[in-house]
């Protein structure tokens, strides 16, 4: 047999095997039960029908000073500010953000993590005299073409898997931990610094 046949029959055994040992995904060994997940109650607006977490947070200051605040943090929070930052619009005091993380398949029996999906999102946020809303919107799997995450919601899809409610568990607690550390990094406090004491 020549090398090239070889070579085929190789990949042709991997891919038939590749979609069997996915269907057992969520067991680590043979001997264990498949373990189910069930996805988090994902927040849908009623108008874009688009998974969107939003809030408004009531932070003392005016709108300047809490869109200025706001830069900042972007700037320390993010690892590239520049590319993640789309639009600063300082008169509507308005600021668009758009950035990625990364969601794992379930640990395999050596305990080692492999990316699942890397989801893309926009983060928009709004500062009135008082008061800031964030909106995280737009979630996406970044794909060749448009991917939105409302697909992992639609189990009568015939590309759903038990699977997405897994990446689905790892994308609420990214967000959710991310709107956390917005809201702490607008109610900080910088100590003022003072020689004269």
């Known amino acids: 047999m020549n090398k090239k046949a070889v070579l085929l029959l190789i990949c042709v055994f991997f891919l038939c095997n590749i979609k069997d040992s996915y269907s057992q995904i969520f067991k680590k060994s043979e001997t264990e039960e498949p373990v189910s997940y069930e996805a988090p109650k994902m927040p849908i607006d009623k108008v874009t029908g688009l998974i969107t977490y939003e809030g408004v947070v009531d932070i003392p ?34 600021i668009v953000c758009k950035y990625w993380f ?22 928009n946020t709004y500062f009135r005299d008082g008061r800031f809303k964030y909106e995280f919107t737009e979630l996406r799997k ?18 759903y898997e038990e699977l997405n409610n897994y990446y689905l568990i ?21 100590p003022t610094e003072n020689d004269d004491w």
């Open 61 to 94: 200051g005016p709108s300047d000073s809490l869109y200025t605040k706001a830069l900042g943090w972007f700037s320390e929070y993010y690892t590239n500010p520049n590319n993640v930052i789309r639009e600063k619009n300082s008169k509507d005091k308005k």
């Open 102 to 123: 990364m969601v794992y398949k379930p640990e395999d029996e050596a305990g080692k993590k492999i990316v699942g999906a890397t989801v893309q999102y926009s983060l």
């Open 142 to 159: 970044k794909a060749a073409s448009v991917f939105p995450l409302e697909k992992w919601l639609d189990k009568s899809d015939p590309a």
């Open 170 to 190: 790892q994308v609420d607690e990214n967000i959710k931990k991310e709107i956390g550390e917005l809201i702490k990094g607008m109610q900080y406090v910088k």
